[in-house]
């Protein structure tokens, strides 16, 4: 057999689900204002994301949003309930005020995030979740979950992180278990830029400078795992460091205080709005951070700060190699 | 309904909005396997309907002439992907080993990546990788999508002589890197354990 007809097989890919098809012609319909006698019943039973066919635009931000959070939740359930809330829009609440001991920091941008950088010492044997989601003109664009422990370990000790990237339909796509070292590459990651902070771990080669690791990689869709000393690109390490320097380096104001999912959030944003912050009234643990920009409409953060109890480490277990899955080897 | 594309394209200009919607519903597995090629299946599932919406919106510039729409939708696609691709990119979530979308227009990293799946094959991924982007956009779009060299000009928006120079030197280009006749041996890059 010559490679080209190899190729040829290499390309053949399985039939769209007919509800896929349906929904995409709904959604030209509804653009063209006519009715061609689709099977309705069948595609609206079955349709995946049905956010992707609805015309309005605050839908679809709500549909999207909450889609993607329970995903998560559905997929890593943590055992003891966070200490902070998950994504979504805030209520604004101008009664509420500071929480004790800090007065007057909810009216002082940078005093607020001293407050939440302080937070992060007082909470660093934690297990730092955080749920990326980045949407553009056609929806969401992708959607990573991290974890993290301990939240702020001292130099020279073990890291743990956890990524999981999902499929825009919300299934596991590649999941990546990192243990690593606290060093000074990692604490000067994130170049001041909150849209890039928690990605997901790249190797380097191994004559590049790096953090050095023990990585284990599952790509779920295609069957394939791997385990293996590497070194990673430094910026794309799960870090709370990052995060610190993100907000550090922003000229943050407070903007605003409400409820953010029953939790009392006091509200913050960078000049312009380009970013947008929402961080327990309680505890000044981040809750919440939005990034816009020019290409991708949203990036957004959800912050879950979890007790390590033995049944949230377990969140950061390397698994075994799943079944059936063909090892490779980097 | 009319057995030819350009009728059906014709009625939908001239009001008949359904005729529109029955050349979607002809071509849609076609163009949802040609995202799905390079895109993964998820986007494929994603990126459908705007391709619709976007092939709607640009219905007044087909060409009547051509009785076959799919060269016309791939290249649409192929515009959406690219965007999507783009704008994906900029907000990179990290990693060269899955589908990730690209750090460009180009989208072999995805072909890569796909390929890279099956990790039997690492010359034949070496050796696209090597084609000009063009190159290897004329190969996948004859080998994946059985289009004629004709019909990748439509897609690409070339002229259809360039298509077919395209198409020729990428295929010696596969047959130079790869030796005639030879088959696909062992993994390289990734190393099976």
Redesign the interface.
Same mark, same amino acid.
């Given at each position: 057999?010559?490679?080209?007809t190899?190729?040829?097989q290499?390309?053949e890919?399985?039939?769209?689900?007919p509800a896929?098809?349906d929904?995409?012609?709904e959604?030209?319909?509804a653009?063209?204002?006519?009715?061609?006698r689709l099977p309705r019943t069948t595609a609206r039973a079955v349709r995946?994301?049905p956010w992707?066919?609805t015309t309005a635009v605050a839908a679809v931000a709500v549909s999207a949003a909450a889609a993607a959070f329970v995903a998560v939740t559905l997929l890593d359930r943590p055992a003891v309930p966070a200490r902070s809330a998950g994504a979504g829009p805030a209520t604004h609440d101008k009664s509420v005020t500071g929480p004790a001991g800090f007065a007057g920091v909810t009216s002082s941008g940078p005093r607020a995030i001293a407050a939440v950088l302080t937070a992060f010492s007082t909470n660093a044997d934690d297990i730092l979740a955080v749920t990326?989601t980045?949407r553009?003109?056609?929806?969401t664009?992708?959607k990573?979950t991290s974890w993290l422990w301990p939240v702020q370990g001292a130099r020279g000790s073990t890291v743990r992180t956890r990524t999981l =990237?999902l =499929?825009?339909?919300g299934?596991r796509?590649?999941g990546q278990w990192l243990t690593s070292t606290v060093s000074t590459v990692t604490q000067s990651a994130a170049d001041g830029t909150c849209?890039?902070i928690f990605?997901?771990?790249?190797?380097l080669s191994s004559s590049a400078t790096g953090v050095p690791g023990t990585l284990t990689?599952v790509?779920y869709?295609?069957?394939?795992w791997a385990r293996g000393a590497v070194t990673v690109?430094a910026a794309?390490v799960p870090s709370a460091a990052a995060l610190r320097a993100c907000l550090t380096s922003g000229q943050w104001s407070v903007t605003g205080r409400g409820v953010l999912h029953g939790t009392r959030v006091v509200e913050l944003a960078t000049p312009g709005g380009g970013e947008r912050l929402w961080v327990s009234a309680a505890t000044f643990l981040p809750v919440r951070l939005v990034s816009s920009?020019p290409?991708?409409d949203t990036?957004s953060f959800a912050f879950r700060f979890l007790p390590p109890t033995a049944a949230n480490e377990a969140l950061l277990a390397t698994p075994s190699p799943p079944a059936g899955f063909?090892?490779?080897?980097y | 309904m009319p057995d030819d594309d350009g009728s059906l394209v014709r009625m939908a200009a001239s009001g008949h909005?359904?005729a529109?919607?029955?050349l979607?519903?002809r071509h849609?597995?076609a163009i949802?396997?040609y995202l799905?090629?390079r895109g993964?299946?998820?986007?494929?599932?994603?990126?459908?309907?705007?391709?619709?919406?976007r092939a709607?919106a640009a219905r007044r510039n087909y060409d009547q002439r051509w009785p076959d729409a799919r060269p016309w939708l791939y290249g649409i696609a192929r515009n959406v992907l690219r965007?999507?691709w783009?704008?994906?990119s900029?907000?990179?979530?990290?990693?060269?080993?899955?589908?990730?979308?690209s750090a460009s227009d180009d989208p072999w990293p995805d072909v890569d990546a796909?390929?890279?799946?099956?990790?039997q094959?690492p010359?034949?991924r070496r050796?696209?990788s090597k084609l000009a982007p063009g190159d290897r956009a004329v190969l996948?779009l004859v =080998?994946?999508e059985g289009l004629t060299p004709a019909e990748v000009a439509v897609a690409l928006g070339i002229p259809a002589g360039t298509a077919r120079s395209r198409l020729h030197r990428a295929?010696a280009g596969?047959?130079l890197s790869?030796g005639e006749?030879?088959?696909?041996r062992a993994a390289a890059s990734?190393?099976?354990?």
């Open positions: 057999m010559d490679a080209l190899v190729l040829g290499l390309g890919v399985k039939p769209a689900d896929v098809l929904a995409a012609l959604r030209l319909e653009a063209i204002g006519q009715d061609t995946r994301r992707l066919v990326k980045m553009g003109d056609f929806g664009l992708g990573t =990237t =499929t825009l339909g299934a796509q590649m849209a890039a990605a997901r771990p790249r190797i990689a790509n869709l295609r069957h394939w690109q794309t920009g290409h991708v990036i063909r090892r490779l080897r | 909005g359904a529109f919607s029955d979607l519903r849609g597995q949802h396997a799905a090629r993964g299946r998820d986007a494929a599932d994603d990126l459908l309907s705007e391709v619709f919406l709607y965007e999507y783009r704008k994906a900029v907000a990179d979530l990290g990693g060269s080993q899955v589908g990730q979308p796909r390929l890279d799946a099956a990790a094959v010359e034949l050796a696209l996948l =080998t994946w295929r596969m047959r790869l006749g030879s088959a696909p990734y190393q099976e354990a």
